[in-house]
Structures are given as C-alpha cells and as structure tokens.
C-alpha cells in the first residue's frame, strides 16, 4: 500500500480566495511544472520590486510609497505562501 504524498500549496489562490493544493504521484506532472514557474516568477519580481523600493525610497512621494508599500505587501505574501509551500514538500523537491 501507497502511503498519501503531502498536499501541495500552490502559489496562488482559488476565486473565493482560499488556498489551493495539488496532490498528486507525478513530481513533474504539468500542474507541477506550471506551479514552480509560477513560484520562480513570484521570487524573481520580489527581488525586482525590493531593488527598485531601495533605489526609491529615499526620494519617493507619498503617493508612490503608498503604491510601492502595496506591491511589497503582496511579493511578500507571495514569497511567504513559496515558502510555506516548499516547506511542505519532501527535501528533495525543495
């Protein structure tokens, strides 16, 4: 008997909001692949967007911060679910 693999979190979020979680045999099945791209871009554009706050900062108007303040809250939602998600998933995977 097959014991069940731990469900994955995946980077994004179903309509209603809610987490949504693979579970699956296949490491490298297509919904995989599309998740640890979708992962990749999430971490690319976090580092992006942490450069430029960094570069804007010191001279930036308060209607830009409020907008700069808003992208980091969400690349850090995104970073954060990416770690949850990999801190669920068997160390090889990671």
Known sequence: MTTPREPRLLPWSG????????????DGGPVS?????TEA????????????????????????????AEC???ALADALRVAESRGRRPSGLN
Do not use: F, I, W
């Open 15 to 26: 309509s209603d909001g809610k987490p949504c979680y693979l579970v699956t045999d296949d």
């Open 33 to 37: 692949r599309l998740a640890d791209t």
């Open 41 to 68: 871009t999430q971490l690319r554009m976090g580092v992006e967007l942490l450069a430029h706050a960094h570069d804007l900062l010191p001279r930036a108007p308060h209607g830009e911060l409020r907008y700069l």
């Open 72 to 74: 980091l809250t969400q």
